[in-house]
């Protein structure tokens, strides 16, 4: 089994160019943002408390949960804040009454546009090609970069 460390740096390989870096600041959180957004607006027929259902989103996120935990506890405690954020977004955004589904997706289409214009920069293919694992490992590449600035190892 790879260690985060290696997942990390072979993702790294395809990520150096500045531009293609800054793109991915952006294009990624956001990709993952919408990915929540569309699985949250599934809802399942369970009331979990007044007024709020268990959506697909509460299923899949556990699972993706597991999967960072199994690479690296500290990275994954930093990936659940982000993902309750995203969770939180979503339900703000539906008591808003905007089309959080219609939002998603306008976002997907943008964040993915703007992930391979960074890659045409870069001049590497998305990792994701070459292994669709690399598809969690962005997200964890982005924590890795806030974790060293603080100082906490993962």
Not at 34 to 56: D, M, Q, R
Not at 110 to 116: C, E, N, P, S, V
Request: with cysteine; hydrophobic share 50%.
């Amino acid at each position: 089994m790879r260690t985060i460390q290696t997942w990390l740096d072979e993702y790294g390989e395809s990520h150096k160019n500045p531009t293609n870096k800054l793109v991915h600041w952006i294009c990624v959180p956001t990709i993952c943002f919408t990915v929540i957004g569309l699985l949250y607006s599934i809802k399942l027929p369970i009331e979990l408390w007044a007024g709020y259902s268990l959506n697909v989103a509460h299923i899949v996120l556990t699972l993706v949960l597991l999967y960072y935990i199994r690479m690296s506890v500290t990275l994954s405690i930093g990936l659940l804040l982000f993902l309750l954020l995203c969770m939180t977004i979503c339900s703000a955004i539906e008591r808003s009454g905007v089309s959080l589904p219609i939002t998603c997706v306008v976002l997907f289409v943008a964040a993915w546009l703007g992930q391979f214009w960074g890659h045409k920069i870069e001049g590497k293919k998305p990792s994701f090609l070459k292994d669709i694992q690399f598809l969690m490992i962005g997200p964890a590449w982005l924590m890795s970069f806030i974790y060293r600035k603080l100082g906490i190892p993962y």
